[in-house]
């Protein structure tokens, strides 16, 4: 109801505007900043099951029996039932990172079986015809055990299955792996381990991962899901979050050392988004680490990204225990952020350059930037960044630091921080806007009187959100419409702001905490709301030089509710315009380029539109809002083109 109100007074605002010519005017010769090569880029959280559940491919949940409850995900099943076949034992004394492992007994001298049977996440996706690497770590004596793997479709049937006789092992740790091919799809599969024969075997990462992961790296992420976000060509890649940096509490924060080197050693940590909200509870969530900070690395490798890690400044999320280090005991957070430069860059001799090596990346991650801290405020949030500064750049006086101005852009705590930190010349304001709609189409203008200094602007995480009943909020067209039309206004200012990200980036439509998302998934399927397909616009059209656009001498910026901004792009040659058309009718704009060395050929037009305000794409229909490409007429000194209604256009013009 009030979304639709909402609308209603947008629609009455806008239907006001006269028809009329319209003349926008580009001078092509007078570029009056840089475009940063960083300007559009993803943000990263394990959130809404994005990476365990999500981009990080393990299909077997709770592997290693380290959840709050050792056997959630597991269904033991014996016949007949005897008590102590299977236990949880715990060896902290020896093993603090992967304390737990299953002990399963099968009397000796009797032939018996029982089963294990994992649930995965919301079920496992199973494709068919696909290879599946099923793993895990076992220690027996003497056994006569053998394992029979299957994965069941929702009816239970086997679609895939493989034996296995691990050898006995003298009671050390061994790996066991085998590959088989499932023969069926199911989006709600699962994986039934029968053990049969007769001994003791304990075991421990009982894992399952698709043979189609990215780049085939065993252990790997979701090609599907890393695909997308290759096809944006992002600038950076900021993670591992977000609030999840921050942590409930000091003890549950991120620590990226505990994320590094071999899996099984990875400590399991509880996600800060299995209780925070109390309508959305996710008792199953924890982050197990596969993918960890120098899979980020590679991660951002990979699809060509600067990586942005963002570390904790010494104190836990403002909003839930909002605990702080002693300023005289910041050292170690102090430690670990000089330590991950030296992880990511420092030489193979160097201490964490030779994890780095070790781990199979003698070559330096030329990390170039850093975040301390993520949505912290106040007085304590600036004492302790002044130290992570001073020590910094004492020893990396390049390196930059990205700095929170707190959690929204307005108000006592961001005028409080936005001042501090200038004052600091800190690299980048890393600002955060989750607001409706009509705040977006508003606030075009926001960086137009922003100062031109030292101190940049990073959009750190964004997103509009549509009136619904909460939790609810949809990636709809108005929402994404809005967006495209506030980020003219950014690329305007790409002399202000050098980063931008939508956030968040990945939702699982069964394992979602926060909504909208850029990027929605199943167990089989991954599609881009309208607002990713924004973002991608603009990221894969974003020019190198701003070029000064007006309408009537102004820049444009919601009159006749048109919103537009200009980029040349000198590798290619061309002049790139965007324009958002928010009116519910077509509207004609003439276009003058003066300084151009020879006239304009050819145009050509990539257009998102729907006059449905309320659409979205769906796993049905993923593509129901979706980039249309078409070549344009372009002829005379002052081309005319047609802006559908409620439209995004991007026109390269050559
Ligand atoms: O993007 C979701 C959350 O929004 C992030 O974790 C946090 O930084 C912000 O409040």
Same mark, same amino acid.
């Given at each position: 109801?009030?979304?639709?109100?909402?609308?209603?007074?947008?629609?009455?605002?806008?239907?006001?505007?006269?028809?009329?010519?319209?003349?926008?005017? *580009?001078?092509?010769?007078?570029?009056?900043?840089?475009?940063?090569?960083?300007?559009?880029?993803?943000?990263?959280?394990? *959130?809404?099951?994005?990476?365990?559940?999500?981009?990080?491919?393990?299909?077997?949940?709770?592997?290693?029996?380290?959840? /709050?409850?050792?056997?959630?995900?597991?269904?033991?099943?014996?016949?007949?039932?005897?008590?102590?076949?299977?236990?949880?034992?715990?060896?902290?004394?020896?093993?603090?990172?992967?304390?737990?492992?299953?002990?399963?007994?099968?009397?000796?001298?009797?032939?018996?079986? !029982?089963?294990?049977?994992?649930?995965?996440?919301?079920?496992?996706?199973?494709?068919?015809?696909?290879?599946?690497?099923?793993? /895990?770590?076992?220690?027996?004596?003497?056994?006569?055990?053998?394992?029979?793997?299957?994965?069941?479709?929702?009816?239970?049937?086997?679609?895939?299955?493989?034996?296995?006789?691990?050898?006995?092992?003298?009671?050390?740790?061994?790996?066991?792996?085998?590959?088989?091919?499932?023969?069926?799809?199911?989006?709600?599969?699962?994986?039934?381990?029968? *053990?049969?024969?007769?001994?003791?075997?304990?075991?421990?990462?009982? @894992?399952?991962?698709?043979?189609?992961?990215?780049?085939?790296?065993?252990?790997?992420?979701?090609?599907?899901?890393?695909?997308? !976000?290759?096809?944006?060509?992002?600038?950076?890649?900021?993670?591992?979050?977000?609030?999840?940096?921050?942590?409930?509490?000091?003890?549950?924060?991120?620590?990226?050392?505990?994320?590094?080197?071999?899996?099984?050693?990875?400590?399991?940590?509880?996600?800060?988004?299995?209780?925070?909200?109390?309508?959305?509870?996710?008792?199953?969530?924890?982050?197990?680490?596969?993918?960890?900070?120098?899979?980020? &690395?590679?991660?951002?490798?990979?699809?060509?990204?600067?990586?942005?890690?963002?570390?904790?400044?010494?104190?836990?999320?403002?909003?839930?225990?909002?605990?702080?280090?002693?300023?005289?005991? !910041?050292?170690?957070?102090?430690?670990?952020?000089?330590?991950?430069?030296? &992880?990511?860059?420092?030489?193979?001799?160097?201490?964490?350059?030779?994890?780095?090596?070790?781990?199979?990346?003698?070559?330096?991650? #030329? !990390?170039?930037?850093?975040?301390?801290?993520?949505?912290?405020?106040?007085?304590?949030?600036?004492?302790?960044?002044?130290?992570?500064?001073?020590?910094?750049?004492?020893?990396?006086?390049?390196?930059?630091?990205?700095?929170?101005?707190?959690?929204?852009?307005?108000?006592?705590?961001?005028?409080?921080?936005?001042?501090?930190?200038?004052?600091?010349?800190?690299?980048?304001?890393?600002?955060?806007?989750?607001?409706?709609?009509?705040?977006?189409?508003?606030?075009?203008?926001?960086?137009?009187?922003?100062?031109?200094?030292?101190?940049?602007?990073?959009?750190?995480?964004?997103?509009?959100?549509?009136?619904?009943?909460?939790?609810?909020?949809?990636?709809?067209?108005?929402?994404?419409?809005?967006?495209?039309?506030?980020?003219?206004?950014?690329?305007?200012?790409?002399?202000?702001?050098?980063?931008?990200?939508?956030?968040?980036?990945?939702?699982?439509?069964?394992?979602?905490?926060?909504?909208?998302?850029?990027?929605?998934?199943?167990?089989?399927?991954?599609?881009?709301?309208?607002?990713?397909?924004?973002?991608?616009?603009?990221?894969?059209?974003?020019?190198?030089?701003?070029?000064?656009?007006?309408?009537?001498?102004?820049?444009?910026?919601?009159?006749?509710?048109?919103?537009?901004?200009?980029?040349?792009?000198? #590798?290619?040659?061309?002049?790139?315009?965007?324009?958002?058309?928010?009116?519910?009718?077509?509207?004609?704009?003439?276009?003058?380029?003066?300084?151009?060395?020879?006239?304009?050929?050819?145009?050509?037009?990539?257009?998102?539109?729907? @006059?449905?305000?309320?659409?979205?794409?769906?796993?049905?229909?993923?593509?129901?809002?979706?980039?249309?490409?078409?070549? *344009?007429?372009?002829?005379?000194?002052?081309?005319?083109?047609?802006?559908?209604?409620?439209?995004?256009?991007?026109?390269?013009?050559?």
């Amino acid at each position: 109801m009030k979304q639709k109100l909402q609308i209603l007074i947008f629609l009455f605002l806008a239907l006001r505007v006269p028809a009329q010519d319209k003349l926008f005017k *580009i001078a092509v010769d007078k570029p009056v900043a840089a475009i940063a090569p960083t300007m559009y880029g993803v943000f990263f959280e394990d *959130i809404n099951m994005g990476a365990d559940g999500g981009i990080y491919a393990e299909l077997v949940k709770n592997r290693s029996f380290e959840f /709050f409850r050792p056997l959630m995900g597991w269904k033991v099943e014996q016949e007949p039932h005897r008590e102590g076949a299977v236990l949880v034992l715990n060896r902290k004394g020896q093993n603090t990172n992967n304390p737990r492992f299953l002990r399963v007994t099968l009397q000796p001298g009797q032939r018996q079986a !029982l089963s294990l049977t994992n649930e995965g996440f919301r079920g496992m996706g199973i494709k068919k015809g696909l290879y599946y690497d099923f793993s /895990f770590m076992y220690a027996s004596m003497e056994s006569d055990i053998k394992i029979r793997v299957s994965l069941r479709n929702a009816k239970g049937q086997a679609i895939g299955e493989a034996a296995l006789v691990p050898p006995a092992t003298g009671g050390a740790w061994k790996k066991q792996e085998i590959r088989f091919a499932a023969t069926d799809t199911e989006e709600k599969a699962r994986l039934k381990i029968s *053990i049969e024969g007769s001994g003791v075997i304990d075991l421990d990462m009982i @894992s399952l991962f698709p043979g189609d992961t990215w780049k085939g790296r065993k252990g790997g992420m979701r090609a599907d899901m890393v695909q997308m !976000l290759a096809d944006m060509k992002p600038g950076f890649i900021r993670f591992p979050g977000g609030c999840i940096v921050e942590g409930f509490d000091l003890s549950q924060r991120y620590q990226w050392k505990k994320t590094i080197g071999p899996i099984e050693e990875r400590q399991l940590l509880i996600n800060r988004w299995n209780f925070e909200f109390a309508h959305r509870p996710a008792p199953d969530y924890f982050q197990t680490f596969g993918l960890g900070f120098f899979e980020y &690395f590679q991660l951002a490798e990979d699809i060509g990204a600067e990586p942005l890690p963002i570390l904790n400044c010494g104190m836990a999320c403002q909003f839930n225990s909002a605990e702080l280090v002693p300023l005289d005991q !910041l050292d170690p957070y102090i430690q670990d952020a000089l330590d991950l430069i030296e &992880f990511a860059n420092g030489a193979v001799t160097s201490t964490w350059g030779k994890i780095r090596s070790d781990m199979g990346h003698p070559e330096p991650f #030329h !990390l170039k930037m850093m975040g301390v801290g993520n949505e912290n405020w106040g007085p304590q949030y600036l004492e302790r960044l002044q130290l992570f500064q001073k020590a910094i750049s004492a020893r990396y006086p390049d390196f930059k630091i990205v700095a929170s101005s707190g959690t929204g852009p307005e108000g006592e705590r961001f005028d409080l921080l936005n001042r501090g930190l200038r004052a600091m010349n800190i690299d980048f304001v890393d600002e955060h806007y989750y607001q409706p709609p009509q705040w977006f189409f508003g606030n075009a203008k926001r960086y137009d009187s922003y100062p031109r200094t030292a101190t940049k602007v990073f959009a750190g995480e964004y997103a509009a959100h549509p009136a619904g009943v909460a939790p609810e909020k949809k990636n709809n067209w108005l929402a994404a419409l809005s967006v495209a039309a506030f980020l003219t206004g950014v690329e305007r200012n790409a002399a202000v702001v050098e980063m931008a990200s939508y956030a968040p980036l990945f939702a699982h439509t069964e394992g979602w905490q926060w909504s909208p998302d850029l990027i929605w998934v199943n167990n089989l399927n991954v599609w881009g709301t309208p607002d990713y397909y924004v973002q991608k616009l603009y990221s894969l059209n974003k020019g190198s030089k701003v070029l000064p656009l007006t309408m009537n001498d102004e820049v444009v910026a919601g009159q006749d509710s048109l919103y537009a901004s200009a980029a040349l792009d000198e #590798h290619t040659g061309e002049v790139i315009l965007k324009v958002v058309n928010a009116l519910p009718r077509a509207q004609s704009v003439s276009l003058s380029l003066t300084g151009l060395k020879k006239p304009a050929t050819i145009a050509r037009l990539s257009r998102l539109q729907s @006059s449905d305000l309320y659409a979205m794409n769906s796993a049905e229909h993923p593509r129901a809002i979706y980039p249309e490409e078409i070549a *344009i007429p372009w002829s005379g000194k002052q081309p005319s083109i047609t802006l559908m209604p409620y439209s995004f256009n991007v026109i390269r013009i050559k």
